[in-house]
Structures are given as C-alpha cells and as structure tokens.
C-alpha cells in the first residue's frame, strides 16, 4: 500500500428521495442564476424513466463520454485519443446543443403591470433569453417530470433501450423514481484528462474537481469528455464551470448547499480513503460488470492500522482520519453495501454513490398482490417490485442485477425486522440472516437511514490544510479571444470574455433595483463584437 | 495508458500548467493555488443570514435562512434549528420545499408590484371630481352612483390600462368608498378576504381588525377553500385538529388516502419515508400513480370520488370481524367510552317500517330538569337506560359543572342484541337514491322504540346477525349488498380480496399496538360534494379500531392550514374584540354563491339530491332558499343581514326591539332572500395575501362576469342577473395577479422577507418569526403598515362623515357557546327566527387609534377560545410596560400595537400555547367543569416572546385551545386530552360521533356513514354528453407540484423547471382519443368557462380523468381561447359553487356556526369537462 488518498463522497439514498427538487433550486439560487448559466444546473434531479439532462446523456455512443478500453485493454477517452483531440481542438467538440439542455426562457411580466387599457386581460407570454424573441416552450430543465417517462419519451430512454420490453409503459405497470445528480467528482475523471489548458483539477486535498477560472480556455473537452454531463460551458465568460461541491462551504465544515437543504435527507456526506496508486488498474479491468467491484477494492478501511498508517505517510491529518472512520458514506458503501455506483461502465470510478430504490410490488394492483412486509413473501417480492430490477442494474452495476437486488433485499429485511419490534413481536434473526446481516447491522443500518441526524449524515473535516483563495481577479487570458472555430451554440463568437467579477454584487443589485424592466438583454449569440450593446453591462445610476 | 505518443503529450501537454499529476498522468491533482476559484467563494459570501418564512396558506411553516449581501437578498436556505423532537425519532431539520427555495425571486422579479395602481379610468374621474370641488366621500359617491361612470370603470376591469398613483391618493380613495359604503348601504356591505392566519398571524389580523373595527365582514376560507372537512365538526365537534408530521413516525399502519404528501407536504414527506425503515406499512389510494405511489407498499389505483365505497366496504369487514365474529377488549371498551356507538336511538314508523329518527335524552325520558334536552341516554347492563356525564346538557348548565365529563358509571350495552327486533328503512345512494330493509335489535323506552347507534351501523353496514329481518349480504362476496367488498369492486375498481385484506391489516395493526394506525387525509377526498360522507366512512375505520386521540392513530387530515396555534391572542386582534363585540364574520362559500350569482345557474331541484326516506323537505325548493332558510333560522350569519343599512336600525331609539318589529312586521327582509337588489350588494370588497380571482374562486367566470361586471368566458350569461355589483375590489399584493389584474386599487405589499410576524402550523410544534432582511422596496409597505395608512385617512373622512354610530349586528349562535344549545332536537324551525342582535358602538373617527391600541375589553371580558375564558389582566399590563402606552386620544392609557413586532408580542401573550398562565387558567375552569384535575396540562411558568422566536423555533405548550398534549417527549396528537383525561368532545353526546340525528342530516339520508357518489353533472345540469371532436373527462384540480402554498405559479424559476405554463394532465388514451400528443395546446370547456393549456401525456393518468393542477392563473402564457376569442381562464373557470345544505346547520350542538369551522364548502371535485385539441397557433393578443 502505498499512496492513500482522501475524498469527501456523496451518496444519495433513492429509496427516500420525493422528487422535491428543493436541491436544485437552492443550488441554482446560490450558485447559477446569474446570465451565462440561465441554463445550467449543477444539481438536477431526473424522473425515471426519463430522457435526462441533457437529453440522452447516457447514450454514450453518441456523446462519447468517459473512458473505454482500447483493443489492448487500456483505458483511453472514448472521445478519442488525446492525439486525435489536440488536432481537432478548433472543430467543434462532440456535445450537446442548447436544445439538447433547454433553451431557457422568460416571460413579459412587465405587461401585467404596464399593458395600456386593452381588449382582454393581459398576460405574460414567454421569451427565449437566448434570442429574446417570442418562444413557444418546447424543453425545459425538467421536462419529463413526473411523467413515469411517457409514451414519446420514455422509449427514448437510453436505459430503456437497453433493456427493451423489461419496461411496459402502461398504467398498471406505471413506475418512476427520481434521480438526483451532481457533478460525480470522480476519481478518475475524464474531464480532466480531456483538458487541453489543464484548467481542470482533482482537489488532492478533499477530491474535489475544480474548474480553475483563469486558466480555463473555453476548449469544451471537458464538456464531451464528462460522461454525466456535469461541465456546463458560461456562454457569456467562454469558460467551463461545474458543480464545485459547494467548496467554499465543505471547508469550513458545512455541508453542501444540495445536502443541507436536501428535506428528503437523503444525502450523506463523509470522507472515503482509497488507494490511489490502484486506480487505473481497477478502472481498467475488462468486464464492465466488475467495475462496481473493482472501485470498492479501492476503497480502504480507515480502522485498518494498516491503512492508517500508510495515510498518516501520505500526510493525510488525524482528524481526517477520525472522520473517516465516522463516514456514513463509507458505512453505506462499504459496510452495509447498499450503495452503488452510478453508471460505473463511464469507468471515471464516480464518487456519487445511490441506494437504490423500493417501490410497490407490481401485481397488487390486479391480484391480491404480496405483502411486502411479510418475511415470507419478502424476498420473492423484490423482483417483483414495480421499479425493474434491470433498470436500476443499467443505471448502477453496468447490468448485473445481483448487486441491486442484494441491496434491495438488505433494505426489505430491514423493514421487516423493525416491523416486528414495532408491533411488540419477538425479533426473528433469520429475516437478516436471509440478507446477509446481522441484528447489529441492521440496528446501525437503520439508525443511519432513519434517524441520522445533521452531524450524522454530514461528517466532514474542517481542518484544512488548505490555502483560502486570494479574491483579486486575474484577467483573461490571451489564448481565448477571438480563437478561430469559435462558433457554437452558446454564442461564443460575442466577442471578449466578459471577466466573471462582472457578476458581482453591484450589477446584481443594479439591475433588481432599476425601476424599469427592459427587453433589452444582450443578445450574445449574434452580436457581432463591436460596440457595446445596451444591456451588456449596468448603467451607472446617481442615487 | 493507451498510446506512448498520447502519454508524452500528457506529460508534456498539460499544455499551459505544470502541476502534480497523477503517476500514470491521466488525472491532474492540484493543491492550493486556487486563485481561480475566487468567484465561487466570492459568490458565496454574504453580509447576513436573517430567520424568516413565507406566510400565506401553506403548512410548510418552514423557517428559512435569507441570505443578503450588499442589502440585496441573494437567495435562501433551510434553517436546520429546530428543536429536537426526541432522541429515537428523525428531527424536524431541515424544513423547506422547492417553492420556498425559489420565493426571494420575486423580491426583484418584473411581476412585482413596486407602486400603487388604480385603473386609469377611475382615476381620471375620481380626480375630475375632487377638481369640480367635490371631497373625497363625495366624490367617491359621485362616481359610484353614476351608471355610465360606474360602468366605465367597471368593464374595464381586468383589462389593464393601470396607472401608477401615489400612497396619499390611494389611500384617500380607499377611505372615501369605505365612507361613503358605510354611510349609504352600510358597514355590513363592506368585506375583507385573507386566508390562513396561522401562516403569518399579524400580517391577517391587522387587516381583519381594520375590517372589524368598522364594522365590516370578514369572510371564511377554510370551508370556501373546501379545506374544511365538515365530518370533522360533524364527527369530533372541532374545527380541524390533527397530529404533527412527526407523529406520522409513530404509526405503524400509514394510509395515504387522497394524499400526495410527496408534494403537497414536501418538508415533513421524509417522516413517512423513514417510519417504513421502522417496519410503518405505507398504503396509497390514489387514483393516478402519484408521486407517494412511489413508497406504498400497495397502491390502490381508485376511481375518483369513489373512496367511499372502499372505506364503507372496510368498515363491513372491521365490523363483522372484530366487532361480531369476535370481539376485541381494546376496540370495544374504546368505543364504549369514546364514541357514540353505545347511545339510543329512537325508531320513528315511516310507511309501516321504522327510520332511525332522534337520540334518546333524558327528556324524553320525562326529565324536565335543566339540559334535558341535550342529554343523551344510554343502556346500562340491567336494560336500564342511564344518563351519563358528558353530553352537552351537560357543559353549560349549573348542574352540569362538574360532570361535564367521560366518566361512565355503568358498563354500557353496546347491542341490544338477543331480544325483540324491528325493521328498519336506510337510504343508499350508490345506484341512484333508494333504501335497503334490514333489522335492528330494539327494546321499548317508555313510549320510544329505541336501538343503539352501534346496532344502526351493523345494519348500514349490512353487517348480519342471526335472527335479523331484512335483507342482508351473504357474504363477502355478494355484490347486490351493499356494503360487501364484492359490492364496491365495480365501484372503486380495488379488488374485493384486497379491500379485505387491508382492512384487516388495519385491525390487526391497531389492535397489536392499541391504536396506531393513521389516515393522512388529502383534498383528493376531502374536496367532493359530499366529502364529508367520504370522511366520515374513513374516520369511521379509526373510530373503530380505537386509534383517534393516540398517538401514531388517527386522521392527519392536511388540506389547507388551521392552525394557529397562538389562537386566543391572534381572534382578539383579528377581530377587534378588545374594542368591539361581536365582529361580523360570515361563511365565504355562500357569500360568493349568492353575490356572484351563481345560485341563478342552478337548475336543479334541492330535493334532487336528498334521500326517498326524508320528509322531502326540500322538494321543489331551490338551494338558494335553503340558503335563505339558513340564514332566517338563525344558523348562519349572512353579510349583509338586512336590505337596510344596520346604522339605519341603529338610530332608534332601542335599536333591537325596532329592528325585531321591523322584521316581525316584514318591513324588513333578510337581505339573503333577494341578494340581487342592489340594497343588499356586496359594495368594497379587500383582498390581502391571497390571490382569491386567479386561485380560489369556484366559478371564476360568475365572478367576473356578476360580481366585477368585467369580461368573462360564460357561455351564456343570465341576461336578468346584475352585473358589477362592487364599487371597490382592492388589492395588496408583492406580485401581479388575476385579483390585482381586476382590482380598482393594488397596494404594493412587501413579501415575506421584509416584514416581522409569526408563524405557525399543524405539521410541528413551534412558533416563529418573520424577520425583515430588508426594508420593503420602491414604494412597498407590510400590510400592516398599509392598513394603518388606509385607516388614518379613513378616520379624518369619518370622524366628519360619519362620526359615532350605533350599528345592530345579528348573533349567530355559536359553537363552544352556549348559544350551541339554541335549537334543541335539531328540528329546523317552522318559521323566520328573529335573531338574537347586539348593538355595536362605532366611533368611526377612532378606528385608527383603536388599531393601534389594545382595547380594555381583553380584560373586562376575557379572551374566549374554545368555551373557555383567558383572563388577561397581568398580560394587559405587561403589554404596556413593553409595548408602552398610548398618550394621547380615546386609546390614552392602553398597550400599543404600533408595530408588527407589538403586534406580535400581543399575539404570543395573549395565547395559551404561548403563555402558561393563561393556559392554566382555562385548564382550571376547564377543571371545574369536568371535575377531572387537568392541572398536570399546563406549567404557569412557560411563556414564549417575540424575540424567543425571533432567535429559533420555539416548541408551544399544552392549551385548552387545542385538543391534544404538547411536551417535549411526545409527539403532537390530537383528542389525547380527551382520551387520557376524560375531557368530552364538544359534541352532543359529549363524544365523537357516527350518528347525527339533524331534521336535515335525515333529509339527506346522511344520519350514518352512507356512501354517495360523485355527483353525476350531466344529468344535474341536463346535459347530453355528446360533444364533436371531443371527450368528456371528469375534470380535478390537484395541488401543483410547481406552485402550492407558499409558491405561485408564476414563479420563473418553477416554470424553467416544469412545462412552463398551464397544462393538463391526461392519459396516453384520452389523449389518442383526440389526437392529441404530449405538449399540443388543448382546451377544456363547460358552462362555466374555458381552460386552454398544453397537454401532459402519462400513462401515470387513468383514462377519463384529467388533472389541471391547482392555482394555474391566467397571467403566465396563456392564450386566447378558439370558443370565445377571449383569454383563458384559470383552473377554477370550470368549476363553480354547489351548496350543500347540510354544512348549514346550526343551532344545533356541534352543528352550530363558527368562523371557519362549519359552513358550505367551496367544493370543486364533481366537475367533468370537455376537452379537445385546439388550433396549436396560438395567438396572445
């Protein structure tokens, strides 16, 4: 053992999530309501089955994210080799479009208000912020919300495609459950290695990958190298951002904004260890199905004195180590394997682990369905379950549904056996058995599931060793403006980058306190870069 | 690493940046260094965190963290500083949804009201006047008496053409139509509208006290809003009382029933998620795969509007097999004691068989003595009937203290089972109105043929016992019979086998554990015609397995939002009772019916509806003139009360014996009895945080088109009604609505997060603050402030237009009153009551002061609350010392309530939950009366302030206010009070009932839980059915996943994150049925109005039904219908009001009025709609 590395890692229990979406919009109010990310959303939570955000993010073959195996077994970029990339880094990358997210939109609300005396009441009729015209709204951030995917959509399904006729979209075969994601911080993340500028970074302190500001160039690479669709490019600074897991936050101590206000409380946040010399063997082994596997080979335990010692040589500080040893996360990952893995065959090795999801068994609503809470019928239950198997194994185990059921069996034994201690009867150790678990892990499964409190399911270290970033701004650099081939379809050819201190405070409150609403927003897609169009920047107001 | 050229590039090609890499350089690490990344912390900073929460009808009481730099609000988060609920149990943190997440954007947002408006037209007039020399009240007059004039402005309503004025003239104008409405037609023409105090206690009293103050009515919500389950007065004798979220954890059997917790109670959702880890079997019946679908255990796919056949079918199954088959100790002794199962019942002969006809009561058994008559009578083991504690003759007499109690001194019989036996008619409902035939044990009574209640029941439950006459199910599976769970397969669609099932399931789970299993109840069944039918089967299932007033038991019934817990402190502010009594508070349901007309739409007979074993008391009768008959009976208020200005009564000499002659002599008319002469009018009317034209109001349409006089989608419009019939429709509102839309005036209000108030909920236990995290913007002001502006103009205008007058104002009797006792044996009176009236002094020139001031009846009369009295006289001079006193005027020497934060600390000392003291003191009368001691209750030493609230959610305290226990180590439940310490309910029998023996229960054939459909539309309005290019869908209006309570829907950010304006969700074969695909704009029409909107296609949805979520105004993206060429309207253009005549009952024990607890619900479920595809160019202008 060599090299122990520190990360703070999610996982996110989907057998409590209700689609709330609260974690979105936080995360959007704190971090991207600003212009330049109107469409981004660093948090988004998915109905499945759904097409995602973007659409089809997980159709691989045509986004061609994260890493494969080449014909040697090594792992390489499925956007192609470096080689090949660096040659084309002027074309167009392979990546979505804005309809492919959503092309954002407002509406006329100042007619409420303002509409001269007219024939019918007046009304607010949406306008895209993109090309501030008339739009009819097609696509949003959240579509297929709720639907349960829906005839026109769910077939479209990338995980429905998959597993074809598994999924029967009719009302008495209905099912949903919600996805949220984040940026997965990976621990082999294929943005970085598709970064030409080296503007992306995994924090070696805590793991979290960064998008550095000043030395980002706008290349996009990491757009399509991002297999989740968690690097978002700011169509007005020309620069790549992501979700930064709330840094600013996490190293004082505080959870991320998604995890705080999260009132499923269905996220936990703890320190997991691995072994970062064995990262690319385990990404590489061959059989995607191994994967799930091979990560949680990765993972070391940090009671192992063994392991402490290796991480006290990698300077990893005590009371990492102490909140390690305290780490839902690591619990749920490694302890009661519940958690799993999002689309661990993107071989990035994502640090965003799932519980995955109980639902209503399927034929109660025609027969007389089982009993999900009756011991005996407990386990044949779970393939019957409304939500397929198959679906959550293409979403977490690359297909193998043996690690989905078995966590879903630990979830149902759970219940049953609390369900006797509720109605007064004996414990029956045999149900946990059944699953693989003793009285004591469910007793601690179920503390942490049910009960956890804040400082139980937010375990983070504060004591960084950790340098504060200076607040002066660096100005953009050259290689950026006005780069040959920068046309795409965020409006990259609106000329110099507009330096982010632009968002500060001020113009903000510029422009939510001027009297007047205006239609004039910069329109940044077809400006041709001279002058200054009104709207561009705030106007000065003697107050 | 894949080739040796890439490597080299990797290694060399971090093309801009040497860095630690990775030793294999695929992955880059970097430490420190991070100047780049200053935006993100930079934006993350902040100047201060300030504690607030959004505050109109939404029972989050979430309390946020508002974020501000610079003096801008940036955004907002959860608080996660909740009290701890315990240490074996999930705790409250953190609280919030995504609608309260996105709320700060409306701060800034171009749909935020900045100035006052008032319509352009009205304006120039107004100011025509006021140049031509006129003053305000005469100008004002002037305008308003003018037909052309009036008309001018009226038609253009909600047609924009708003012109910003100044606060001075706004509230000028404002004063003068108070003035001159006051004056002309009187203060009873004058009303307020704002729901839901509990969200934000100050910001609605202050209002509704300005309101009261002069005289004005207030009108309810909470039975308008069809949130009211009226089983619930009728069953438990309470308003709505109900256990926290966190008791959901403490259930071990969870129905959802109707209850889409997922999104309508988004913060507490997490305790029913996590009690399934503590082994809580979770049930949902809902008729679409709903988002709560997701955690059932089962999911019971229901017909809508059905439900009660599938709880009716359950209660067959308890019945027989854990009442007759076997019995249970627990079930039994809890009934016994608890319900009203054990009580007689008396026989009446009807057509040679007998009807259940009246509770026995101890006059019947020849006591004269006093509350004879509310006296109910039970069996004692010997045969012999016994009087117990308890019942309402009890409660208010002066032989009844002391045995106001649930002390029963015998065993009672709960059958009588085993001698005689009679045949009884009982009505049935499911297959058009006809009557099964089943027997009843009997003995005789004196001259009464009597039964018990829980005899009534086997046998409406159709639940045999050998030796019965009658018709009786064979079995389970018989489906003739009602109520088998053969029967309501075809009904509900639920199969029989699982109706047995669970219902079983419930018993057992109850039994096994005493009482925990829980219904949470939602307005998919609360909101139907008959709702409270639907309610009173499912209570019926917790009655029977003993789980009300336990904890983890009972209903959790969340629709809308009743509690305020600091209750006694906010009704004396709200209704200016320390000045003034009685305020004018009138039930909002046939307020609208009548005022907006829509009463001349129905064309049905009253009697339609009723059962073929009544008197047929209805017949040929229409429901306005029950309505009528309603108001003469003395059973419910009605504003106005006369066709003549009560100052005009109030100039006699005696005011209530002249205006008892005028009635008696029929010079004067109850104005409900022609609400279309213009004398009887509705003339100014305000509405505050609430968007009542865009949200609420059943028949939206009638309201436009008859209230306003503006334009409207009816298709065909009485030509004979009256149209726009108010003077003044006013407007606060932070945002722009369809009600600021239509206004004469808008008032810029501050939101939520630039104001102090108080919040509270029924979720949780806690009380806490609004704080301002900025003053209020542009010209914006609390509403607090804005009324204080509107009633200091008013003053000067009425001090000389008006002066001091003496306004006659009718008494209704009222429940938790002994005016509950008014009608004894719930007959309906054979003619006109002349009402009990009060005469009210209104010094017209010191309304501002007197808003401003707490006034000395808080002491010299006490703060009533729920039959019992605080009195306040320490509290009073506490308040002085620090809220300081008044120096000057009529209010010289009282406690000044000069601010929110006064008003707030009024609220929290003047409240039991808040204040000990007084909590003990109405547990010690309390005490007196059951001759129980309840001192164990409450703790004189607990007291919550303003800035206790201010610093954190504080946990409230036990109160006679509310019916359950509060304490640190237990979880909210209501009706413990009642259980545990033998307190009755506030019932007739004194206990919670199965059975109501009103003339008009009897009438409706609703005397025992009955299962009645949903109304059949059609058929009631005469129509065919068939419709060209269309289909015919039963049309709801769910609580939006995008816009409820404290979000609306035109919210940017909820509409980037849903479909971006209105829509309609249907299913994948009612959409191929008209070709409609997901996303085609389709519009939905009946003879109330049009909806256009896009259609959501989901094989979630079950064919015929589609869903247009709650509240989807017309102001966001919607276009001009292809039926009318006018806009389209909001979900509610379709609906319209239908009365129930029941839920007007008075007089009569828990069937008396009380604000807001028993009225007509504004119910909307029964509608059915066409819906088709529409041209899909859609044109806005």
Redesign the interface.
């Known amino acids: 053992m060599t090299r122990v590395m520190a990360q703070i890692a999610m996982v996110m229990n989907l057998?409590?999530c209700?689609?709330?979406?609260?974690c979105?919009?936080?995360c959007?109010?704190?971090?991207t309501?600003r212009s330049g990310v109107e469409y981004v959303w660093f948090n988004n939570v998915e109905t499945r089955p759904g097409l995602g955000y973007p659409r089809r993010y997980q159709d691989q073959e045509k986004w061609k994210g994260g890493w494969e195996l080449?014909r040697k077994g090594?792992?390489?970029l499925k956007s192609g080799?470096?080689?090949r990339r660096?040659l084309s880094i002027f074309a167009n990358p392979i990546m979505p479009s804005i309809q492919d997210y959503?092309e954002?939109?407002?509406?006329d609300?100042?007619n409420?208000?303002s509409?001269?005396?007219?024939?019918?009441?007046?009304?607010?009729?949406?306008r895209s912020l993109i090309s501030n015209e008339p739009m009819a709204?097609?696509w949003?951030?959240?579509?297929d919300?709720?639907?349960?995917?829906?005839?026109?959509?769910a077939s479209r399904d990338p995980v429905v495609e998959r597993i074809g006729d598994r999924v029967r979209?009719?009302?008495e075969n209905?099912?949903?459950?919600y996805l949220p994601r984040i940026c997965e911080h990976c621990?082999?993340?294929a943005c970085?290695?598709a970064?030409?500028?080296?503007?992306?970074?995994?924090?070696?302190?805590d793991g979290i990958v960064?998008?550095?500001?000043?030395?980002?160039?706008g290349w996009r690479m990491c757009v399509t190298g991002c297999p989740y669709k968690k690097v978002y490019f700011n169509h007005k600074t020309g620069k790549a951002e992501k979700c930064?897991f709330?840094?600013?936050?996490v190293e004082v101590g505080l959870p991320t904004?998604c995890s705080?206000?999260?009132?499923?409380?269905?996220r936990y946040l703890g320190v997991i260890l691995y072994d970062?010399?064995r990262?690319?063997e385990a990404a590489s082994v061959p059989d995607d199905r191994d994967l799930y596997e091979a990560q949680l080979s990765l993972f070391l335990d940090p009671r192992d004195p063994e392991v402490a010692e290796a991480a006290a040589r990698s300077g990893i500080p005590d009371d990492w180590m102490a909140a390690a040893r305290r780490s839902p996360v690591h619990d749920l990952i490694m302890k009661y394997r519940i958690a799993l893995p999002l689309h661990p065959e993107y071989r990035t090795m994502p640090m965003v682990w799932y519980v995955p999801?109980?639902?209503?068994?399927v034929d109660?609503?025609?027969?007389?369905?089982h009993?999900?809470?009756d011991a005996g019928n407990l386990f044949g239950a779970i393939e019957t379950l409304r939500i397929p198997v198959e679906y959550l194994a293409e979403l977490f185990t690359a297909g193998d549904p043996a690690p989905v059921t078995a966590s879903l069996r630990r979830?149902a034994a759970?219940?049953?056996?609390?369900?006797?201690?509720?109605?007064?009867e004996e414990p029956d150790p045999s149900i946990g058995a059944r699953a693989g678990l003793t009285g004591d892990d469910i007793d601690g499964m179920?503390r942490l599931?049910?009960?956890a409190?804040?400082d139980e399911r937010y375990v983070i270290p504060t004591a960084y060793?950790?340098?504060?970033?200076?607040?002066?701004?660096?100005g953009c650099s050259l290689?950026y403006d006005g780069g040959p081939g920068m046309t795409g379809p965020f409006g990259e050819a609106s000329g110099q980058p507009v330096p982010?201190?632009i968002?500060?405070?001020?113009s903000?409150?510029q422009r939510?306190?001027s009297?007047d609403?205006t239609h004039e927003r910069v329109n940044l897609l077809n400006w041709d870069g001279k002058g200054v169009p009104k709207g561009m920047f705030p106007e000065k107001e003697d107050r | 690493?894949?080739?040796d050229?890439?490597n080299l590039?990797?290694k060399t090609?971090?093309?801009?940046?040497r860095?630690?890499a990775?030793?294999?350089p695929?992955?880059?690490?970097?430490?420190?260094?991070?100047?780049?990344?200053?935006?993100?912390?930079?934006?993350?900073?902040h100047d201060k965190v300030v504690r607030s929460t959004h505050g109109v009808n939404c029972t989050g009481s979430c309390s946020w963290k508002v974020y501000v730099?610079?003096?801008?609000i940036?955004?907002?988060?959860?608080q996660?500083d909740y009290p701890s609920v315990g240490p074996?149990?999930?705790?409250y943190?953190?609280?919030?949804?995504?609608r309260g997440?996105?709320f700060?954007w409306y701060?800034?947002?171009?749909?935020r009201?900045?100035y006052p408006?008032a319509r352009?037209?009205l304006v120039e007039m107004y100011r025509q006047a006021r140049r031509g020399g006129l003053d305000p009240v005469a100008a004002w007059a002037e305008i308003t008496t003018d037909p052309e004039r009036r008309r001018r402005y009226q038609s253009?309503r909600?047609?924009?053409?708003?012109v910003r004025i100044g606060w001075p003239e706004a509230t000028e104008m404002i004063a003068a139509a108070h003035v001159h409405t006051i004056k002309t037609y009187g203060p009873d023409r004058v009303a307020g509208f704002s729901p839901i105090p509990a969200m934000s206690i100050v910001s609605h009293a202050v209002g509704s006290r300005f309101v009261s103050l002069i005289g004005g009515t207030m009108l309810s919500f909470y039975d308008w809003y069809a949130d009211l389950p009226v089983a619930s007065p009728q069953v438990f004798g309470d308003q709505t009382d109900v256990p926290e979220s966190a008791d959901w954890w403490d259930a071990?059997y969870l129905v959802l029933w109707g209850a889409n917790?997922?999104?309508t109670r988004?913060?507490d959702?997490?305790y029913m998620?996590?009690?399934?880890?503590?082994?809580?079997?979770v049930v949902?019946v809902s008729p679409d795969?709903s988002?709560a679908?997701?955690?059932?255990?089962?999911?019971l796919?229901i017909r809508p509007g059905t439900d009660g056949a599938l709880a009716m079918a359950m209660g067959h199954v308890l019945l027989k097999e854990f009442f007759v088959d076997r019995q249970v100790p627990y079930f039994t002794d809890y009934v016994k004691r608890f319900t009203d199962l054990p009580f007689l019942v008396r026989l009446r002969e009807r057509d040679g068989v007998h009807v259940p006809d009246k509770f026995l009561t101890a006059a019947d058994l020849g006591d004269t003595g006093e509350g004879a008559e509310w006296k109910t009578v039970l069996m004692g083991p010997d045969g012999e009937p016994v009087v117990p504690n308890g019942s309402l003759g009890f409660r208010w007499t002066d032989s009844g203290k002391g045995r106001w109690n649930l002390r029963l001194d015998v065993d009672p019989l709960l059958t009588l089972y085993g001698g005689r036996s009679a045949t009884v008619d009982l009505p049935r409902f499911d297959d058009g109105a006809g009557a099964v035939r089943r027997g009843v044990p009997v003995r005789q009574v004196g001259e009464h043929l009597v039964t018990t209640v829980f005899d009534l029941m086997l046998a409406q439950y159709g639940v045999a016992r050998d030796g019965l006459p009658g018709t009786w199910p064979s079995g389970y599976d018989d489906p003739a019979e009602p109520y088998t769970p053969a029967w309501q397969e075809p009904i509900t669609s639920v199969?029989a086998?699982?109706a047995v099932?669970i219902a079983r399931?419930m018993a057992e789970?109850a039994a096994?554990?005493e009482g925990r299993f829980m219904i949470v109840l939602g307005a998919g069944t609360t909101q139907w015609f008959h709702g409270d039918t639907i309610y009173r089967a499912f209570l019926s299932l917790l009655l029977l397995t003993g789980c009300q007033g336990v904890n983890g038991g009972g209903w959790a019934h969340y629709v809308g939002q009743e509690k305020c817990r600091p209750l006694a402190g906010w009704a004396q502010l709200a209704g200016g009772l320390d000045w003034s009594r009685p305020p004018r508070q009138t039930p909002g349901t046939p307020y609208w019916y009548l005022h907006t007309d829509q009463w001349r739409y129905d064309r049905f007979d009253a009697g339609e509806l009723c059962s073929p074993l009544g008197p047929g008391a209805f017949n040929g009768l229409h429901t306005a003139d029950l309505v009528a008959r309603a108001v003469r009976s003395g059973w419910m208020p009605m504003a106005p009360a006369f066709d003549r200005n009560p100052l005009e009564l109030g100039e006699a000499e005696d005011p209530v014996e002249f205006t008892r002659r005028e009635l008696r002599e029929g010079r004067l008319r109850f104005a409900a009895e022609a609400p279309d002469d213009p004398r009887n009018w509705p003339r100014v009317l305000t509405v505050w945080r609430s968007n009542l034209l865009g949200s609420s109001a059943k028949g939206n349409e009638y309201f436009l088109h008859h209230l306003l006089g503006a334009?409207s989608n009816l298709p065909q419009p009485d030509p004979d009604a009256p149209r726009g019939k108010l003077d003044l429709l006013l407007s606060l509102d932070f945002r722009?609505t369809?009600t600021?839309?239509f206004s004469d005036i808008v008032l810029p209000a501050a939101t939520w997060y630039e104001k102090h108030d108080l919040s509270s909920t029924d979720m949780h236990p806690f009380v806490h603050a609004f704080n301002p995290a900025i003053d209020p913007?542009w010209e914006t002001r609390t509403d607090f402030d804005a009324f204080h502006a509107i009633a200091a103009r008013f003053s000067e205008l009425a001090a000389e237009h008006l002066g001091v007058c003496r306004d006659v104002v009718v008494v209704t009797p009222q429940h938790d009153t002994p005016g509950e006792t008014a009608q004894p044996g719930g007959r309906e009176p054979d003619g006109p009551v002349v009402p009990d009236l009060a005469v009210v002094e209104r010094d017209y020139g010191a309304v501002a002061g007197k808003m401003a001031t707490l006034g000395p009846l808080a002491e010299k009369l006490g703060l009533p609350v729920k039959g019992v009295v605080f009195r306040p006289d320490a509290e009073v001079e506490w308040l002085g010392h620090s809220n300081g006193l008044a120096h000057n005027g009529s209010t010289r020497g009282r406690p000044l309530l000069d601010t929110e934060a006064k008003a707030c600390e009024a609220v929290l000392a003047l409240s039991g939950v808040s204040n000990g003291r007084l909590a003990l003191q109405g547990f010690a009368q309390l005490a007196e009366r059951t001759g129980t001691d309840l001192s164990e209750l409450a703790h004189g030493g607990h007291r919550i302030v303003f800035s206790d609230t201010q610093a954190r959610p504080v946990h409230v305290a036990s109160s006679p206010e509310w019916s359950g226990k509060e304490a640190h180590d237990r979880r909210y439940s209501p009706f413990t009070i009642n259980v545990e310490n033998g307190k009755p309910w506030h019932t007739l029998t004194g206990r919670m009932h199965f059975f109501l023996d009103h003339d008009w229960m009897h009438e409706y054939g609703e005397a025992l839980p009955v299962y009645r459909p949903p109304l059949d539309i059609a058929a009631l309005f005469g129509e065919d059915g068939q419709v060209q290019g269309g289909i015919v869908v039963r049309y709801l209006t769910p609580h939006s996943?995008w816009s409820i309570h404290s979000e609306y829907q035109?919210n940017?950010?909820m509409?980037?994150?849903?479909?971006?304006?209105p829509t309609v969700w249907m299913?994948?074969e009612d959409a191929s049925a008209i070709g409609v695909?997901?996303?085609d704009w389709v519009e939905a029409v009946n003879r109330n109005g049009v909806v256009v909107a896009r259609a959501?296609?989901?094989?979630?949805?079950?064919?015929g039904t589609v869903y247009v979520y709650h509240a989807q105004d017309?102001?966001?993206?919607?276009?001009?219908s292809e039926r009318t060429g006018?806009?389209g309207g909001i979900h509610n253009s379709l609906t319209r009001v239908l009365i129930k005549p029941t839920h007007m009952i008075g007089a009569y024990g828990q069937l008396s009025f009380a604000f807001n607890y028993l009225g007509p619900t504004g119910n909307q479920r029964d509608e059915i709609t066409v819906i088709r595809r529409r041209s899909q160019e859609v044109r806005?202008?």
């Open positions: 057998d409590k209700i689609g709330c979406h609260t979105s919009v936080t959007k109010q704190a971090w309501n080449d090594r792992l390489t080799g470096r080689l660096l959503y954002p939109w407002t509406y609300y100042e409420l208000t509409a001269p005396l007219s024939a019918d009441t007046p009304v607010a009729p949406p709204v097609r949003s951030a959240n579509w919300d709720d639907l349960g995917g829906g005839p026109a959509l979209l009719d009302f209905a099912f949903m459950f621990i082999n993340p970085v290695a970064c030409p500028s080296g503007a992306m970074y995994k924090r070696s302190e960064l998008v550095d500001q000043d030395r980002c160039r930064t709330c840094y600013p936050r904004v705080e206000t999260c009132v499923g409380r269905l970062a010399d990262v690319t999801p109980l639902s209503p068994v109660a609503l025609a027969g007389s369905g009993d999900g809470e979830l759970m219940r049953a056996h609390m369900r006797r201690i509720n109605l007064g179920y599931l049910a009960l409190r804040y060793a950790a340098q504060p970033g200076s607040v002066e701004e660096i290689d982010v201190a968002e500060t405070f001020h903000l409150k939510q306190t009297e609403v | 690493m894949a080739s050229a890439e590039l990797l090609g971090r093309f801009f940046r860095v630690p990775n030793d294999d695929r992955t880059l690490y970097l430490v420190g260094g991070r100047e780049g990344d200053s935006f993100y912390r930079d934006r993350w900073s730099k610079d003096g801008i940036t955004w907002e988060t959860q996660t074996d149990r999930p705790e943190e953190p609280r919030g949804c995504p997440a996105a700060s701060t800034y947002s171009p749909t009201v900045r408006y352009g037209v253009a909600g047609k924009g053409g708003l071990a917790v997922p999104v988004t913060p959702a997490h998620a996590e009690a399934r880890y503590r082994g809580q079997k949902v795969y988002d679908a997701k955690f059932a255990d089962e999911w796919a199969p086998g699982r099932r399931e789970t096994k554990t334009g722009m369809s600021t839309l913007p996943k035109d940017l950010i509409l980037s994150l849903s479909r971006g304006g299913s994948v695909a997901d996303n959501i296609v989901s094989h979630r949805m079950p064919a017309r102001v966001v993206d919607v276009p001009l006018r806009r806005y202008q």
